[in-house]
């Protein structure tokens, strides 16, 4: 089925007779664009590949997905951690009724990037894991994997479900938030005109795994966080147990646990070997927060991105929905976290990105600023403070932009700090140096503001891609399959 709908490349075949004449094979030698139409092979990027690392017989490689909110990218690395290849897709905007078809859209991209990987390099893959948005929920029917409803994204709100959910769930639970997974279950709960026995939930990560293993209805504990699972004890709490909609809610294992075997007809469609194995993922936030390698309590991640978000690896869980912080278990660790609605939105609104590198480069990042902002680019803000009617401060603007700035730079800094303080005085473990990730991470200067306003060291990710996190996750499943 999936090669007449979506046409393998003709290289798959030829793949599975091909002898090759040497021990060793380079990217470079077979990396190339599938024979798609003009304008979807336009929407490949390829990035970074490193042509010069050769994989050797009996090398095995390791493969992560990452779907993000615009796109998909992929990164195929070695035990040790060397990127192979790695690229990535734009979704293409399938239409069904006047709305985006996600579903669609989603399981072309992810085959689409099966056809990215070199075609040489595609036998030595041992396993697969994807991460995907979290809290994006898909209802489903697990014996034909067909959509019983449109996909609720990510950002998607069902504030009607809400009081329902806060009857059953403990106070400042998790799950207490509109857009929580399971808010957007008790939604289409109540909504559906039929309920078939065969309905199950799965995350976005889960379903498009599912279409590489053929079992559906498996998740892990990170995406299932929102939906009330609780990972400290492995299993779902009594309380949403006893709900009529838990006939719904999907079997649940650690990220990283392999599933089982590729499919027969991806395997042999797309040139993977017969040992390939795939893994339960992750959701992006924990998957690029694991490609920065901070591995001990203490080491935290700051993205800055369009928005803010901190995540703290700690020996202790800290939940309170108040500020809008939540743990994620990390095999015996806690991943401590929270998400503000400052960050690099504010600067695109106000600066160009040329604006961005020249004023940044008058700034003297040991002085500080005196100007006190809260740089918001609507009203509201969910961390550290919980103020859905808290207004933007940007004002007053001084004549030197550079001065205007650094005086938002400074105070983004600030609110970064505000929120490692927060979760020290919440119970988790004090941090004590900070990686950072996203567009922000480039800017040198923020860096050094950012070291003097923390009072921690503050550098660079070595790796920020959430799609290298989820190639580590497959490492994980691999070790764990032999």
């Not at 992560?64 to 195929?76: K, Q, V």
């Not at 015996?332 to 609104?349: E, I, M, P």
């Not at 040991?366 to 004002?395: C, H, K, T, W």
Request: hydrophobic share 40%; aromatic share 8%; glycine share 8%.
């Amino acid at each position: 089925m999936v090669a007449s709908l979506y046409s393998c490349s003709c290289t798959c075949s030829l793949l599975l007779h091909q002898k090759f004449p040497s021990k060793s094979y380079n990217a470079r030698k077979s990396f190339s664009i599938n024979n798609n139409s003009k304008s979807e092979a336009s929407k490949l990027i390829m990035r970074s590949v490193n042509m010069d690392v050769d994989v050797e017989v009996g090398e095995k490689l390791y493969l992560g997905m990452d779907f993000g909110t615009s796109g998909a990218r992929y990164a195929l690395i070695n035990k040790e951690g060397e990127i192979h290849a790695e690229g990535k897709r734009e979704y293409p905007l399938s239409m069904s009724e006047e709305r985006v078809d996600w579903v669609k859209s989603w399981r072309a991209t992810l085959y689409s990037l099966l056809e990215d990987i070199p075609v040489s390099l595609r036998p030595f893959v041992a396993s697969i894991s994807i991460d995907g948005t979290s809290a994006t929920t898909m209802i489903v029917d697990r014996e034909t994997g067909e959509s019983l409803c449109r996909p609720l994204l990510y950002n998607e709100s069902c504030p009607e479900a809400l009081a329902t959910v806060k009857e059953v769930a403990p106070l400042n639970h998790t799950v207490c938030s509109g857009s929580s997974t399971l808010c957007k279950l008790v939604s289409w709960w109540h909504a559906a005109e039929t309920r078939p026995s065969s309905a199950v939930l799965v995350h976005q990560a889960d379903w498009l795994l599912s279409l590489l293993h053929g079992t559906i209805g498996v998740s892990d504990y990170n995406n299932a966080l929102k939906v009330g699972y609780d990972p400290e004890v492995e299993s779902y709490p009594r309380w949403l147990l006893a709900q009529p909609y838990s006939s719904v809610l999907p079997l649940v294992q650690a990220p990283g646990t392999t599933i089982g075997y590729m499919k027969e007809n991806i395997r042999t469609c797309y040139g993977f070997g017969k040992d390939c194995v795939i893994c339960t993922g992750t959701t992006d936030s924990i998957a690029a927060f694991l490609a920065a390698r901070a591995d001990r309590p203490g080491k935290a991640v700051t993205s800055l991105g369009s928005t803010l978000a901190i995540k703290l690896l700690s020996t202790t869980r800290v939940e309170d929905a108040r500020f809008g912080v939540y743990s994620h278990r990390l095999d015996d660790k806690w991943l401590v976290g929270g998400a503000s609605n400052t960050g690099g939105a504010v600067l695109r609104k106000i600066f160009t990105d040329e604006q961005l590198r020249e004023l940044s480069k008058r700034i003297n990042p040991a002085q500080a600023s005196p100007l006190d902002y809260y740089p918001l680019v609507d009203i509201g803000e969910r961390f550290p403070s919980a103020d859905p009617n808290m207004e933007p401060r940007l004002q007053p603007r001084p004549e030197n932009d550079a001065d205007y700035l650094h005086g938002i730079l400074e105070s983004i800094a600030r609110i970064e700090a505000k929120g490692y303080t927060l979760l020290k005085e919440l119970g988790a473990t004090p941090a004590d140096e900070v990686f950072t990730a996203g567009g922000g991470s480039r800017n040198q200067k923020w860096i050094a503001i950012r070291q003097r306003v923390l009072g921690l060291p503050v550098s660079q990710a070595l790796h920020t891609e959430a799609a290298y996190g989820a190639a580590l996750l497959a490492i994980k499943g691999a070790a764990a399959h032999l």
